[in-house]
């Protein structure tokens, strides 16, 4: 087992031990378990770095080329970008919900095939490594506007039926989860505009043609537009609440089949296997 | 030493009972001062709350003291006001049932527990423990409470704090009125800014109307069939007066609607709100219909973004909480088992013989390393002469020790005796396992 499979493992390990406390917390009630799990999180997340750091260097390439390193750095990506809304909004019960979306990546992650292959010299430039971290980032901020919508629906459930659960306690306010919504879609939106534009740009390169309509490409623009509708949505006809939070979650759905469904279902130039050199 | 609690409280007894026995804030130095005057109780306090009377004391002989207390608890107010006594004063044995005792660990579980608000009614309500902090106050004025109850009502008071900041169990509203308040909070995240709008009048409602102007709400509105009253209700919250006729369209421009009218039919139905919540581009709303019959088409609640509670939902919120605080509760349990267990040991400690003992063993220990001491840099000593210095340390220490040894055994009897065992072993730092802050 190489180092760099080592660190991932224990980053999966740190992530796991986050999520049982964030759990804990959010639970049983103990909030200083949530707060060793906040720690723990921030460590798996500094060794996280470092096990990518370590993957770049021994393959040469930003390590997104496999469904392993993928599914790490999409991981990766949610981590940080909780970190950041954490810092500024300190949600617990956010952590607890992020955190096993993460751990589940990073499990799945784990499970794919590790070795690392020689790239495709026609899709070595750096545009790789510009689109890719674009395209990964828009989908962390999407999936924290699908976390915090999904904690919207339930929030809101409950204070429409009158009947509270325990975890009603510990959610956030309407206010400051449709807050979240908007922000992430605020955020996440021109990243993803941005990691297509620069996809196509890539495309170019490497193909001589911006657009081949591939099911990658169909799909995110599906999604593109959806997360568009939202956004135009908020902005004029004053969409939010529970309307936001359905769309965030369909989004969020919509851009996972785009990231796995279309990459283990329908095989194109954007397959893992299209990205080795042959 | 043993701290006893003899007492009762709404558990145990029902009001004509606790009115009967209980004292007069105004005049507590005469009841601390008999108290204490009992032959077999050396320190007091008198907690009387609507209630709660409950007598807090020391002691060394258990058996008489709680006798004591109890026939002082049924017969003070009897004898100093014989003339009211079918209103004060009750006899013994009617009150014998009513009563508990408490020693040892259970009495200190037992004030742990009442100082923490788990004995209330309401569980978490925080008057009980600034009435204790009163009781004790007055013990302190009336010199009635010596080493001990002072320091257990002072670890009672930072066990109740313990409590207060470790667990949820005071953090939800059981009030309706204040339910209404966290509610808000829950759909808006912050009043600051948010408009209220009180339609009608009534108790309940302008005191809801008033706590979420406490809470930051930014202005309240008011209407009323008749607009004076209105009028005076605006002047009162320092808000706006506005005719009844007028309020449908103001209702866009406010976030928080209280109402409470005499009106036999809905005042708001469906369309009306899904207008004005279109109006508001889907800001949300929350009405609070306190009114019966009710004002506002519960229908209402159906459409995105308002949320509408009634009468009963906020009583259904108020029992939730009450759950909640339940649950609090056994974590706030769990807090004070520790603290008794602390408190226990220093109690403990307090004993004249263990204290003698430990005194002994702390001077031995002092001249053995000594005696090493000397002897290592005094080589060339003969058996003889190591004999003669052995012995005259022991005298020395021995010398030192037969006055306090007699003191601390003679005041083993009288109430003086735990401030010299906790003199001895503050001055001569000895081992207590309980650990005081």
């Known amino acids: 087992m190489s180092a760099n499979i080592l660190m991932f493992k224990i980053t999966l390990l740190l992530y796991a031990t986050s999520t049982v406390l964030y759990l804990i917390d959010v639970i049983a009630r103990r909030a200083k378990a949530g707060q060793l799990a906040r720690w723990i999180l921030l460590g798996g997340f500094v060794l996280h770095c470092a096990t990518l750091i370590t993957r770049y260097v021994e393959a040469g390439y930003t390590p997104v080329a496999n469904l392993h390193e993928s599914l790490s750095f999409f991981a990766w990506t949610i981590v940080g970008i909780f970190l950041i809304f954490d810092a500024r909004y300190r949600m617990t019960v956010l952590g607890a919900f992020s955190c096993p979306l993460a751990l589940t990546l990073m499990v799945f992650g784990s499970a794919a095939p590790k070795t690392i292959k020689e790239m495709n010299p026609a899709l070595d430039s750096w545009w790789f490594p510009v689109h890719v971290t674009l395209a990964f980032l828009g989908n962390a901020v999407f999936t924290v506007a699908f976390v915090a919508g999904v904690m919207y629906l339930l929030q809101e459930r409950m204070l429409k039926s009158k009947k509270f659960s325990a975890l009603y306690y510990r959610l956030p306010s309407l206010e400051i989860l449709d807050t979240i919504n908007y922000k992430c879609l605020s955020f996440g939106f021109p990243l993803m505009t941005m990691g297509i534009i620069s996809g196509a740009v890539w495309a170019n390169s490497a193909w001589g043609g911006y657009w081949r309509w591939d099911p990658k490409e169909t799909w995110a623009l599906i999604t593109w537009f959806l997360y568009a509708a939202l956004l135009h949505g908020r902005l004029t006809i004053g969409w939010r609440g529970r309307r936001a939070a359905i769309f965030a979650i369909i989004g969020f759905l919509c851009l996972l089949f785009t990231f796995l469904g279309v990459n283990l279902l329908l095989s194109d130039m954007h397959s893992f296997s299209a990205m080795e050199g042959r | ?437």
């Open chain 2, 1 to 437: 030493m043993n701290i006893i609690v003899v007492g009762l409280s709404h558990k145990t007894a029902p009001v004509e009972i606790r009115e009967r026995v209980a004292f007069s804030p105004t005049a507590m130095d005469k009841p601390l001062h008999e108290m204490t005057a009992l032959p077999a109780i050396s320190e007091g306090v008198i907690v009387s709350t609507c209630n709660r009377v409950e007598l807090y004391a020391t002691s060394r002989d258990v058996d008489a003291a709680v006798g004591q207390l109890k026939r002082f608890l049924s017969t003070y107010h009897g004898i100093l006001k014989r003339f009211l006594s079918t209103y004060h004063g009750i006899p013994l044995e009617q009150l014998e049932s009513h009563l508990y005792e408490y020693q040892g660990e259970e009495a200190i579980r037992h004030v742990f527990r009442v100082s923490a608000s788990l004995d209330s009614m309401v569980i978490g309500e925080p008057q009980i423990l600034g009435q204790i902090k009163t009781a004790y106050g007055y013990a302190t004025e009336f010199k009635s409470v010596g080493l001990i109850l002072n320091r257990f009502l002072h670890k009672a008071f930072s066990v109740a704090k313990r409590v207060r900041t470790e667990t949820d169990i005071a953090s939800n509203a059981v009030s309706v009125s204040f339910a209404a308040v966290e509610l808000a909070r829950k759909i808006f995240g912050t009043l600051d800014n948010k408009k209220v709008l009180l339609i009608g009048a009534g108790e309940m409602c302008e005191l809801a109307a008033r706590h979420f102007l406490n809470n930051g709400a930014a202005s309240v509105m008011v209407t009323n069939r008749t607009y004076e009253r209105a009028e005076k209700l605006a002047e009162e919250f320092q808000g706006q007066a506005i005719p009844f006729e007028e309020f449908p369209q103001k209702l866009h421009q406010v976030d928080i609607v209280l109402t409470s009218t005499g009106a036999p039919n809905f005042i708001l139905g469906h369309d009306k709100v899904e207008e004005v919540i279109r109006q508001r581009k889907n800001k949300p709303m929350f009405f609070i219909d306190i009114a019966v019959p009710r004002d506002i088409d519960p229908k209402v609640n159906k459409i995105d973004n308002i949320y509408l509670y009634d009468v009963d939902d906020l009583q259904g919120v108020v029992q939730a909480n009450l759950k909640e605080r339940h649950k609090e509760a056994k974590k706030a349990e769990a807090i004070i088992d520790q603290e008794i267990g602390q408190f226990f040991r220093w109690l403990g400690s307090l004993d004249v013989v263990p204290t003698i003992v430990g005194l002994r063993k702390k001077l031995e220990g002092i001249r053995q390393g000594e005696l090493q001491k000397t002897f290592a840099n005094l080589k060339d000593l003969d058996k003889k002469e190591r004999k003669a210095i052995e012995a005259l340390t022991a005298a020395i220490i021995n010398k030192v020790l037969h006055q306090p040894t007699t003191v601390l055994k003679q005041s083993q009897n009288d109430a003086s005796g735990d401030r010299y065992v906790d003199a001895v072993r503050t001055l001569f730092n000895l081992e207590t396992e309980a650990t005081e802050e």
